[in-house]
T-cell receptor, first 115, second 117 residues
Framework: AQKITQTQPGMFVQEKEAVTLDCTYD???????LFWYKQPSSGEMIFLIY??????QNATEGRYSLNFQKARKSANLVISASQLGDSAMYFC????????????FGKGTKLSVKP | GAVVSQHPSRVICKSGTSVKIECRSL??????MFWYRQFPKQSLMLMAT?????????EQGVEKDKFLINHASLTLSTLTVTSAHPEDSSFYIC?????????????FGSGTRLTVV
């Protein structure tokens, strides 16, 4: 079965420092996609970054980068130069099987940025 | 970019009444819509998948007669919570499959916070 595991319920980081949010996944499909979303207290899901299973390089989007280690089945999100506005829930997700597959989400990590 | 408009953003209703939540894709055709439910401090759990013009597919444990999903057009999907009870209070959010692959294929609505009193 496909599964996403986020083992950090909460994380604290000092403003301007980098932080890594962990995500491991389980799938038997050779082709898959991994996503990270930010959910502020307002509830909207903000897309941050995507990594395809066949992508040769780790994905980067501004201050966000994805540390993709395929053999270890991990897709950790790295946020550099943390800002107060980064305080939110962060969800790792994987696309389920099938061309119209839904996203399967981890339990999330609550990130708090301290001034 | 792709936008999914979800309304209402917040609703409070009395126990026993029905509530309709709309998700409308504004600038693309949403052939598939996913409906998720999120309890406080928990993850998003898939409730059902709807495809335009066909019956929705519900996840195990989700009552299809209670959570009515209609996907009558390529731009509109609705979720109706029938005979709502306090335990139905939750955050409901839709996600449309974007055939143009914007955001790598998934565009979320802004969510609806339902409170049943």
């Amino acid at each position: 079965a496909q599964k996403i595991t986020q083992t950090q319920p909460g994380m604290f980081v000092q403003e301007k420092e980098a932080v890594t949010l962990d995500c491991t996944y389980d799938t038997s499909d050779p082709s898959y996609g991994l996503f990270w979303y930010k959910q502020p207290s307002s509830g909207e899901m903000i897309f941050l970054i995507y990594q395809g299973s066949y992508d040769q390089q780790n994905a980067t989007e501004g201050r966000y980068s994805l540390n993709f280690q395929k053999a270890r089945k991990s897709a950790n999100l790295v946020i550099s130069a943390s800002q107060l506005g980064d305080s939110a829930m962060y969800f790792c997700a994987m696309r389920a099987r099938g061309s119209q597959g839904n996203l399967i989400f981890g339990k999330g990590t609550k990130l708090s940025v301290k001034p | 970019g792709a936008v999914v408009s979800q309304h209402p953003s917040r609703v409070i209703c009395k126990s026993g009444t029905s509530v309709k939540i709309e998700c409308r894709s504004l600038d693309f055709q949403a052939t598939t819509m996913f409906w998720y439910r999120q309890f406080p401090k928990q993850s998003l759990m898939l409730m059902a998948t709807s495809n335009e013009g066909s019956k929705a597919t519900y996840e195990q444990g989700v009552e299809k007669d209670k959570f009515l999903i209609n996907h009558a057009s390529l731009t509109l999907s609705t979720l109706t919570v029938t005979s709502a009870h306090p335990e139905d209070s939750s955050f409901y959010i839709c996600s449309a499959r974007d055939n143009r692959e914007t955001n790598y294929g998934y565009t979320f609505g802004s969510g609806t916070r339902l409170t049943v009193v």
